[in-house]
């Protein structure tokens, strides 16, 4: 799958993930939805705030180890704060943000 963003290429590796996995990463992306629940835009991306009671920073780790295999164009910053709350920036080229915004529309705005 290629999707084209102004003159950038984003280029999905979809047979990165084999039927179980990709059924994983759909699961963890599901409880993501739920737990992520603030949205704060970056020059190149996107930082989310999570909710720790949803989703545990293994899931959030294991989301982004999938998440990355089939989208390598992303970078992914997991972020454990000293008073307890889960952040994760999700990052990229110019383009990366139309990128999230169109693929990860389930993430809050």
Known sequence: ?????????????????????????????DKLTTAAVHRQELPNGYRYDVDRQKLSLSELAEWASLESRCCPFLTFDLQLSSSGVLHFQLTGDADVKQFIEAEMHRLPK
């Open 1 to 29: 799958m290629i999707v084209h963003f102004l003159a950038v290429a984003i280029a999905c590796n979809l047979s990165a993930l084999n039927h179980t996995e990709r059924d994983r990463l759909y699961v963890l992306l």
